[in-house]
């Protein structure tokens, strides 16, 4: 929490709320599989946020860009003062930083070409 409410310059409390609303939607977003491989390189705390309120039997939605911005906002909670791509940004970049090289690329390969500009460069 620390280090991405560094990186965004904001509060402890946000960065977890933005944590918990990107792992939530991103682990939503995976196959079955690619979900379980980025869970096992996830600090036990983080993985614990990660499942939390998890429903494998629920549908997913569509997987486009704009719907996984939507959902993020929906979980985070609308600011108007924040740019919720950047704010996504900063989470992947934190992950990036943290997973494997090799898990970050088949996650962001198991996205849309829309949603992977929200990853960082390699």
Known sequence: M?????D??????SAFRLLKAVLHTLRDWLSPEEMADL????????????????NPAEPAWE????DFVICVRNSFGYEPEIDTDKAIGAVFRLLDRHISHG?????RNSMKKSLRQLWPEE
């Open 2 to 6: 620390n280090e991405l409410a560094k």
């Open 8 to 13: 965004l310059d904001w509060n402890e409390q």
């Open 39 to 54: 869970s096992a390189q996830l600090p036990t705390l983080i993985r614990g946020i990660y499942f939390e309120g998890w």
């Open 63 to 66: 997987r486009k860009k704009s």
């Open 103 to 107: 898990e970050i690329v088949q996650v």
